[in-house]
């Protein structure tokens, strides 16, 4: 069965300081792993991906993330953090292209304090 | 160019009540995907379509009907609503990336 696990539901960092959102994942195959981004009020944005290549995979708005198949893990990034950072943050992993199917985690809400 | 729509944005059911989502892409995808949302559940797929007249269960179909009669349209149905399904609903499309195209959401509340 795919998971994943985002083991912190909040993460508080001040405006200028380097920001990571974890997260691990369980998947058999391939993992092609995914993060959005939910401001107040609204759907789903796509910040980045990882399908395959480089292991280190930059996104919209300066994140990035760095996939890590011994440990499972695809943690977010962001080396100086701004206050319209703020938002919530989800994790998530398909089997190879299965349909596209995708399995969130429970997501971590970023609040980022000036 | 819209994306995702979803109507209605916001909706009060009382049990036992139906009513049917809409959602539409203007991007000619293929793959349209329904969600529910609840508080610390992250997002829980419901059922999807993988083209025009296919669709097939998520993880939490029960109570649920869908249909996708056209390419661009996506119906999310609730025969009988209950107070569980007191959710957000989003609605997404797959892109040619892998990624999903999300709608802005439907609010629901069933007393």
């Known amino acids: 069965a795919q998971s994943v696990a985002q083991p912190e539901d909040q993460v508080n960092v001040a405006e200028g300081n380097p920001l990571t959102v974890k997260c691990t994942y369980s998947v058999s195959g391939n993992p092609y792993l995914f993060w959005y981004v939910q401001y107040p009020n609204r759907g789903l944005q796509f910040l980045l991906k990882y399908i395959t290549g480089d292991n280190l995979v930059k996104g919209s708005y300066g994140f990035e993330a760095e996939f890590n198949k011994s440990q499972t893990s695809f943690h977010l990034k962001k080396p100086s953090a701004l206050v319209s950072d703020s938002a919530l943050y989800f994790c998530?992993?398909?089997?190879?292209?299965?349909?596209?199917?995708?399995?969130f985690g429970r997501g971590t809400q970023l609040t980022v304090w000036p | 160019n819209a994306g995702v729509t979803q109507t209605p944005k916001f909706r009060v059911l009382k049990t036992g009540q139906s009513m049917t989502l809409l959602c539409a892409q203007d991007m000619n995808h293929e793959y349209m995907y329904w969600y529910r949302q609840d508080p610390g559940m992250g997002l829980r797929l419901i059922h999807y379509?993988?083209?025009?007249?296919?669709?097939a269960k998520g993880e939490v179909p029960d109570g649920y009907n869908v249909s996708r009669l056209k390419k661009q349209n996506f119906l999310l149905g609730l025969e009988s609503a209950a107070p569980s399904q007191t959710s957000v609903y989003f609605c997404a499309s797959l892109g040619g990336s892998y990624e999903q195209y999300f709608g802005p959401g439907t609010r629901l509340t069933v007393t």
């Open positions: 379509s993988v083209g025009e007249g296919t669709t």
């Open positions: 998530a992993v398909s089997r190879g292209s299965t349909l596209g199917r995708l399995y």
